[in-house]
Nanobody
Framework: QVQLVESGGGLVQAGGSQRLSCAAS????????MGWFRQAPGKEREFVAA????????LYADAVKGRFTISRDRSKNTVHLQMNSLKPEDTAVYHC????????????????WGQGTQVTVSS
């Protein structure tokens, strides 16, 4: 089992920045590729970003490419999502997830999920 707890959400103005964190506990953090997904009201959950176990590979959704950066800190068992140039359409509940497989964008490949943190971007 892997437990994931997100933090760092809140209200931010359009054009601003926010950094989300996801703390992992349980099994060895380095054994898992990590991802961020988001779900806006009335919409399906969608992929945002993912990072491989060794941090060499990162994947991004087209909608966030160039604005968001995913990273991981092995010493703290934490994965971060740095979000810059935020837009109102980035408003959503952001979830982190862990997969024992290779880094992927498909949410169904992820085994463990956090409860999520709300990000609201005002115009």
């Amino acid at each position: 089992q892997v437990q994931l707890v997100e933090s760092g959400g809140g209200l931010v103005q359009a054009g601003g920045s926010q950094r989300l964190s996801c703390a992992a506990s349980g099994r060895t953090f380095s054994n898992y590729a990590m991802g961020w997904f988001r779900q806006a009201p009335g919409k399906e959950r969608e992929f945002v970003a993912a990072i491989s176990r060794n941090s060499r590979t990162t994947l991004y959704a087209d909608a966030v490419k160039g604005r968001f950066t995913i990273s991981r800190d092995r010493s703290k068992n934490t994965v971060h999502l740095q979000m810059n140039s935020l837009k109102p359409e980035d408003t959503a509940v952001y979830h982190c997830a862990a997969t024992g497989g290779v880094v992927v964008t498909t949410q169904y490949e992820y085994d463990y999920w956090g409860q999520g943190t709300q990000v609201t971007v005002s115009s």
